[in-house]
């Protein structure tokens, strides 16, 4: 069954790559940022996807190793003064080196109980994050982080961007397709069954929450390479829920469908707001909505129907 | 989540055309077809026309407990720049102004700054209470070499040691209402002081300035402890109690936004207001005594940049007036703000003669212009406005239902702000 | 009570005065939660919202009333039944439907309307502070062990434990409260037997949210009302409902005594990091109890 590791349908993906390439020289300075954004909130939401989709893990406090990914990467510039790229290394393996001790901790519960003790643990770094103004900034965050000059410009981030996050992606859609990841939704699926076949499946979560950690790190070093800043609140618990929404918007059972969730709620939160000032009640009306009409999000509905005409077609079980 | 997850994946080779791929295709297709949707959405929309007009972009927060203070500003760069449209615009052209609520988010803002600059071509940025985002919109404003107002963040930063070419302030710092906190109180007989503040950067700040330059001034000065509480405290017994127990004469209180209402709740509850005096800056202002009404202690010792009827000038009154005419209430410290703000930049267009950033801040710096608490000049070498502070008593009187100060000492801007030698010190 | 501050120092039992008047209001709001979470089994973030329009609700009522005593008397009671009824249209209209969708899915959607009640909130009310005003006989400190305590913390400490006892009689010696515990248990059984259970839960959740609008009635008067309540009380009430065990009224209140409690002493200890304290005093306890310290009825 897994023959072609590499994809039926790979061009489609190839020609929205190389669309993304070209994009920026059409669009404008903005747009290109905003681009940026999308992608960077993006491989936060297919992070988090990583463990909760695949993974079947309520990670419910994933924003805090965004967060501390980009704290790391921020901190390590501006007050030990190394150079970004040193940053950019220390921020993701922070990230992931916190994803192991919580993933550690955590990794003994299930289900509601992981994601409650995720959550306190979680809030526990927000705060001493919070208050620790005359190390992190506090409630000011931190903010004109340098870059090197090859990736300062708005273009220049925007591909900096591009490149990591389709290099995390493709080393992320392997992983799901290997023996690892087939393990880990077996897991999800049956925890029993795994067990009584051998798999630890203790151990099998925790790697995978330490390489979604590290992939949310690394989300956080694109934020600070894209906007030079990093901000206490980028670890609160309701950044969590928005990345959580993403997966779910855009369909958390299908690869890619957390990007397109990132994708529209950040589009969204821009066009939006340039139009109303109430643009959290209409994010809380469309996230009713598809909670009530498309429990699969919009990637996972529109699969559907497409496996709906596909049985139609050719009459039958597919 | 017991359905089976089919990877819709994102490889780069050369795939392996099938009959069960197609259907597989096709469904890849919808995908793109929804991200060519939003992406060439973006495209259509980036084609935005250029208006004739100045456009000034303000990014504030316009959500949660900062907008007691933040509608003030807006509805005095208002009613300034309705005043000059009425009469055509500056250079012919009409001031336009478009308004994101960064709801007090410092990342919100940022985004909300690049995207006036980015999309919408503003000329002007002017902003916020948030001094968190105040700082990264300026950093974003130096590389984006675009003038930036600050309208009400009080980091001392702003035009001190981050201070540069395309950031001006317009409200006063701590550091300048802490040493003309400072200069009051030393000619006042209290030598034993307790400090306590909101813990967070701008607490401090506060505090440090009026201690350091009291102490300064005063040396016979001690502080006998110090109380910091988390900022949105709302049960000050126990940090009240303490304090009550060490005797001090004075307590320099350093709170801010909220803060300032609940401390001031709780020393009428404890009745410390009674007992001993203390200072907060702001303490005298319409924005923190009217949500009191008659219920806000009296003898509270405070600082503030406007107050709506000292000094009983025309130019004040006639402001008064008319923002009770326009808007139906008083108006207070933020309108001062925005109106200034909205005045230089006329005049400073004006000045300048076209519409060029460059020039315009050439202009700016320097500009004396009249206010209703009188004349005002945006000092060239830090682009700092030379506000008058006034330090008062609050007191209960008549002819309100809310208190108002008593006292009134008016302390000129050199007086109480760095001086520029001390300011190109900081800078370095 | 003089014999009090000579046993331990002022500040501390000045601070677990404070510490015992924030758990009320933190058990009032989280023992409604965790009613709906025990019975219903919905995490209902939108609690907080309505604690907030609670206390906003209390700010018209009080004011429509000329302030003062009548005014404020009159808030503590309307303003639970408002907030009550609007939970009720909420839960007929939307909740009754879905209760058969995974946890997950029913704690997002109570989260998209904690998102709409806050936006509904700001246009109501608009974004400026809000004070309630405390009637004359609340005013003013009570000196206790010569202490200025404020009598309203007093009121608030009283108060506590008489909602306590009032949920305890509510759910053990009422016809209602067997049921709503046995339905938390096996809602099939209880369905079997014939009983209409979608407005067994329907109740259940009325109360929790009267609940809710109680706490923000009753916080109305010693906080600046404001948007944003929501958010900062909605994860501590979710933390001492975790950490009292779900669905345990008990619990919420040994929850609440814990997390108060820490938060006011921790203050004391380490100023600056005086909110880390409760976070990390329910780290501990989820260590070693993640399922809570009490039965829960999950």
């Known amino acids: 069954m897994n023959k072609n590791v590499y994809g039926k349908e790979s061009w489609p993906v190839l020609i929205l790559f190389i669309l993304l390439l070209i994009l920026p020289f059409f669009l404008t300075r903005f747009y290109i940022y905003l681009l940026a954004l999308i992608l960077v909130s993006g491989l936060t939401a297919m992070s988090l996807n990583f463990v909760l989709g695949y993974g079947g893990i309520y990670q419910f406090h994933h924003a805090v190793f965004y967060g501390v990914g980009a704290y ?118 049956n925890p029993v069954r795994g067990e009584a076949v051998g798999i630890n499946v203790k151990l099998h979560q925790l790697v995978a929450l330490v390489i979604a950690g590290f992939f949310a790190g ?68 469309i996230l009713m909505l598809v909670i009530i009409f498309l429990p699969e999000g919009v990637l996972g509905y529109v699969n559907a129907k497409i496996r709906q005409l596909r049985n139609v077609a050719s009459g039958g079980k597919a | 989540m017991v359905k089976r997850v089919r990877p819709t994946g994102f490889p780069f080779v050369v795939w392996v055309w099938t009959k069960k791929s197609l259907m597989e295709a096709i469904m890849k297709k919808e995908m793109i077809i929804g991200m060519s949707v939003v992406l060439f959405g973006f495209l259509a929309a980036s084609f935005s026309f250029g208006a004739d007009t100045i456009k000034v972009g303000i990014i504030d927060t316009y959500t949660g407990p900062a907008t007691a203070y933040t509608f003030d500003v807006l509805d005095g760069f208002k009613m300034a720049t309705n005043k000059v449209n009425a009469k055509g615009g500056v250079l012919g052209k009409k001031i336009e102004f478009l308004t994101r609520d960064e709801k007090f988010k410092p990342d919100i803002g940022l985004a909300m700054a690049k995207e006036l600059v980015l999309k919408d071509n503003v000329d002007i940025l002017m902003g916020t209470i948030n001094s968190g985002t105040a700082l990264a919109v300026s950093d974003f404003a130096k590389k984006e070499k675009i003038p930036f107002f600050v309208t009400f963040s009080k980091s001392d930063k702003i035009t001190g040691e981050q201070g540069h070419r395309y950031v001006f302030q317009i409200t006063e710092n701590t550091l300048m209402a802490g040493r003309a906190a400072a200069f009051e109180l030393a000619k006042k007989p209290f030598v034993k002081y307790w400090i306590a503040g909101d813990d967070y950067e701008y607490g401090h700040a506060i505090a440090d300035s009026v201690w350091t330059q009291l102490k300064k001034l005063k040396p016979r000065v001690q502080v006998l402890g ?162 008058p502070m006034f330090f008062g008593v609050t007191k209960k009187v008549p002819q309100y239902p809310f208190l108002i100060a008593s006292d009134i000492v008016t302390i000129p801007a050199k007086d109480y702000m760095p001086t520029c030698e001390e300011i190109k010190a900081l800078r370095k | ?200 839960f329907a109740i259940v959740f009325v109360i929790g949210c009267f609940l809710a609008g109680m706490g923000g009635a009753l916080v109305s008067p010693i906080v600046n009302i404001t948007l944003g309540m929501d958010h900062t009380l909605i994860i501590e009430a979710f933390l001492i409902v975790i950490i009292g065990g779900l669905g345990n009224v008990w619990g919420a209140l040994l929850g609440a005594l814990i997390f108060g409690l820490t938060q006011s002493l921790g203050i004391l200890i380490w100023p600056q990091f005086g909110i880390v304290f409760p976070y990390a005093a329910v780290v501990t306890v989820l260590i070693f109890r993640p399922i809570g310290l009490l039965k829960s009825t999950w």
């Open chain 1, 72 to 189: 790391g990467a921020a901190l390590t510039i501006t007050k030990l003064g190394y150079s970004p790229w040193i940053g950019f290394l220390v921020g993701s393996l922070l990230a992931a080196f916190l994803s192991l001790v919580m993933g550690a901790i955590c990794v003994r519960l299930s289900k509601l109980y992981f994601g409650m003790l995720q959550i306190s643990l979680g809030s526990l770094v927000w705060a001493i994050v919070y208050r620790w103004y005359s190390f992190t900034g506090g409630d000011d965050g931190i903010h004109g982080v340098s870059m090197p000059d090859l990736i300062n410009s708005t273009k220049g981030s925007y591909y900096f961007t591009l490149l990591v996050t389709a290099a995390c992606l493709i080393t992320m859609y392997f992983i799901v397709k290997s023996p690892f990841g087939s393990a880990l939704q077996g897991i999800r699926d």
């Open chain 1, 218 to 285: 690394v989300a956080g070093v694109l934020f600070v390479v894209v906007d030079n800043s990093a901000f206490p609140d980028m670890l609160f618990w309701t950044l969590s829920l928005e990345i959580l929404i993403m997966c779910l918007l855009g369909g958390w059972l299908t690869f890619l469908g957390p990007m397109l969730g990132a994708a529209i709620m950040v589009a969204l939160r821009t066009f939006a707001s340039t139009f109303t000032e109430y643009w959290t009640l209409i994010q809380g009306v």
């Open chain 2, 226 to 387: 110090q109380s910091w509480w988390k900022v949105g405290e709302t049960d000050f017994t126990p940090y009240i109690t303490a304090i009550l127990a060490a005797k001090p004469d004075f307590i320099i209180v350093a709170t801010g936004g909220s803060g300032m209402v609940n401390f001031q709740k709780a020393a009428k509850a404890t009745g410390l207001s009674q007992k001993v005096p203390f200072y907060q800056h702001t303490a005298i202002e319409l924005s923190t005594l009217e949500p009191q009404g008659l219920d806000a202690p009296e003898g509270v010792y405070g600082t503030a940049n406007y107050l709506f009827y000292y000094p009983d000038t025309s130019e004040n009154k006639a402001f008064v007036e008319e923002f009770r005419k326009t808007y139906n209430r008083y108006p207070k410290i933020g309108a001062l703000y925005g109106y200034v703000t909205g005045v230089l930049i006329e005049k400073s267009f004006a000045k300048a003669g076209k519409v060029d950033k460059e020039k315009f801040i050439d202009a700016v710096q320097g500009m004396v212009i009249d206010s209703p608490v009188g004349k005002l000049e945006l000092r060239a070498c830090d682009h700092q406005l030379m506000l």
């Open chain 3, 1 to 200: 009570m003089e014999f009090l501050s000579s046993i331990c120092p002022p500040e501390i039992l000045c601070q677990i005065l404070v510490g015992l008047s924030r758990t009320t209001i933190l058990f009032i709001v989280a023992s409604g939660l965790t009613l709906i979470l025990g019975v219903l089994r919905i995490p209902n973030i939108a609690h907080g919202s309505l604690y907030m329009i609670g206390a906003f609700i209390a700010f018209s009522v009080s004011k429509w009333f000329g302030g003062g005593t009548t005014g404020f008397w009159m808030a503590v009671v309307l303003a639970p039944l408002a907030v009550a009824l609007i939970s009720l249209v909420v839960e007929r209209g939307i909740f009754a439907h879905l209760y058969e969708r995974e946890h997950l899915m029913l704690l997002l959607l109570t989260f998209a309307m904690a998102l709409v009640l806050g936006d509904l909130v700001k246009m109501v009310w608009g974004g400026a502070y809000r004070t309630v005003q405390l009637p004359g006989s609340f005013k003013g400190p009570i000196p206790i062990a010569s202490l200025p305590i404020p009598i309203y913390n007093i009121f608030l400490v009283i108060i506590g434990p008489v909602v306590a006892l009032g949920l305890w009689l509510l759910a053990n010696k009422t016809k209602m409260g067997k049921i709503s515990r046995a339905a938390a248990v096996d809602r099939e059984m209880v369905g079997a037997v014939g009983v209409n259970v979608s407005w067994v």
